[in-house]
């Protein structure tokens, strides 16, 4: 069943902007997952539920739903922006806002651990087609058969 765009608009948070929303609608929006933007489509909007770290009005950090080290914090913006090379001059309050967040997060996590590793990823290395930032701390955690997740 497709829904109208105007369902889509209506049903989700404000912070996803109309432009990912249109191409939602469009049907161009798919990983293998089914999710090309996981924290548009489902934290954002309320769909799966987060352990959160810190929030301001355009940013969010929160433990990462599938961490890959001891400590893994996810930090995203609430607009909708693809990745760092794709950000726009008029998202500039945006961006320090979450350079901000990404500060106080790292700081925490720094005078907690004593370390800390700040990332992001690009182009086919992002899954995750909403920009995020990693701050991550500690071993990176292997499944029960030795792989690495």
Sequence with gaps: MMLSEQTILNTYDKDCDKVYLKKLYLGVVTM?????????????CGK???????ETENTLAFYHTRP????HIV??????????????????DVLAD?????QKVSRQVNDNYGAC?????????????????????????????GTWC
């Design 32 to 44: 293998a997952n089914g999710v090309e933007d996981f924290y548009c489509d489902e934290v954002l």
């Design 48 to 54: 799966t539920a987060v352990e959160k770290v810190l």
């Design 68 to 71: 890959f080290y001891d400590v």
């Design 75 to 92: 930090v995203i913006p609430k607009k909708h922006i693809t990745s760092l090379i794709d950000f726009k001059p008029e998202d500039k």
């Design 98 to 102: 979450l350079f901000l967040v990404i």
């Design 117 to 145: 590793t700040v990332s992001t990823n690009l182009g086919d290395y992002q899954s995750n087609k909403h920009m995020h930032w990693h701050v991550h701390y500690g071993n990176r955690i292997k499944f029960l058969d």
